[in-house]
């Protein structure tokens, strides 16, 4: 299909930038999207640019979503724009879901079966408590056995050595460190891993082993990766090795948008995209088209108070259909029962 036949059947409701992104195709882009800027749309249309007009074969792609919500919903938005033709041939993909496939590459490489996923909520928290238990004054309680493990996502999603766990505990009325080197003990010796260690070990075995990530980057030439602001650091470095600090990597996000430091989202990766990939292109998709126009400028206000970002605006293309109410509560449970009205 000839560029502007496909802008003129799949694209002619997008706008300049909109359009520049959809051509992005080759090197790396960074493609930072301000909420209600219509990410999603442009993600799906390039997926179709890629096919008819450059003429990729699907299975050299690789999209990469935060959820596995997301994937099912970014595959019945292609398939709804573009019908069935390429349905079941494109890969979406979690980053667990791409980590767990390389896990079972190597696998297979080497003959051995890979460490089971412990996915039983029930089974996890008793191998908290159970550490917990030897390591704390108290008996457990549940908030201790969620913080043990927030911490210990934290710790692995941040990639941190011991000195950087032993620091945590700083915050913490933990014995962090401790804890960690339990828990990750008995795993091992036990075959087991959880979704972090997916992430870890994938990394682990791309980086020890060239005939496996030679294998994977010949499949992968082209990695789309949706809310790169939410990513972790690890997954960051996943991600790069993968596409390659040249390669063909289209990253969706914007680190003004990031609300997951919690789980160590680690939105300071875009910032530092540019020195990772040298010559990479920076591109910016500024306007809202989900709220009204009093809202946008309003919200504007407060984002540019941020530090550690790319100079951006929001701009609004909806009128100013009304105007902001400011609404005072007295506490948790008054703004509740506000909100539930």
């Known amino acids: 299909m000839q560029h502007e036949e496909f802008l003129t059947k799949y694209a002619s409701n997008l706008n300049e930038n909109q359009l520049r992104a959809v051509r992005a195709v080759n090197g790396p882009v960074l493609l930072l999207a301000v909420p209600g800027s219509g990410k999603t749309t442009v993600l799906v249309t390039r997926l179709g640019y890629m096919l008819y007009v450059e003429g990729i074969d699907p299975s050299n792609i690789l999209t990469v979503t935060y959820t596995v919500a997301a994937t099912r919903d970014m595959e019945r938005r292609f398939e709804g724009l573009f019908g069935e033709e390429f349905s079941g041939k494109l890969e979406f993909r979690t980053i667990n879901g791409i980590c767990a496939k390389v896990i079972s590459s190597y696998g297979r490489m080497i003959g051995r079966d890979p460490y089971e996923l412990v996915t039983d909520e029930k089974e996890m928290g008793r191998i908290f408590l159970n550490i917990l238990t030897r390591h704390l004054r108290e008996y457990p309680t549940e908030s201790d056995v969620r913080e043990a493990r927030t911490m210990i996502t934290y710790c692995k999603n941040m990639m941190l050595d011991d000195d ?28 087991l891993m959880d979704y972090d260690d997916q992430m870890t070990y994938a990394y682990r075995l791309l980086k020890s082993s060239p005939e496996l990530l030679a294998s994977y980057r010949d499949k992968y030439r082209y990695v789309c990766v949706d809310e790169a602001q939410d990513t972790s650091r690890i997954q960051h470095a996943i991600i790069t090795l993968l596409s390659g600090s040249a390669g063909n990597l289209f990253m969706v996000g914007d680190e003004d948008q990031s609300i997951y430091g919690f789980r160590a ?77």
């Open 164 to 191: 950087g766990i032993k620091a945590l505990e700083e915050d913490s009325m933990m014995p962090v460190l401790d804890v960690y080197k339990e828990y990750n003990s008995y795993l091992a010796s036990n075959k």
């Open 265 to 341: 989202a680690c939105p300071e990766a875009l910032l530092e995209f540019e020195k990772g990939h040298p010559g990479a292109q920076v591109l910016v998709m500024d306007e809202n088209y989900r709220s009204n126009a009093n809202i946008v400028t309003a919200a504007d206000v407060f984002i540019q108070r941020n530090e550690a970002r790319h100079a951006k605006h929001m701009v609004a293309v909806r009128t100013a259909d009304s105007h902001i109410n400011y609404v005072e509560v007295s506490g948790r449970a008054h703004q509740y029962s506000y909100l539930f009205r």
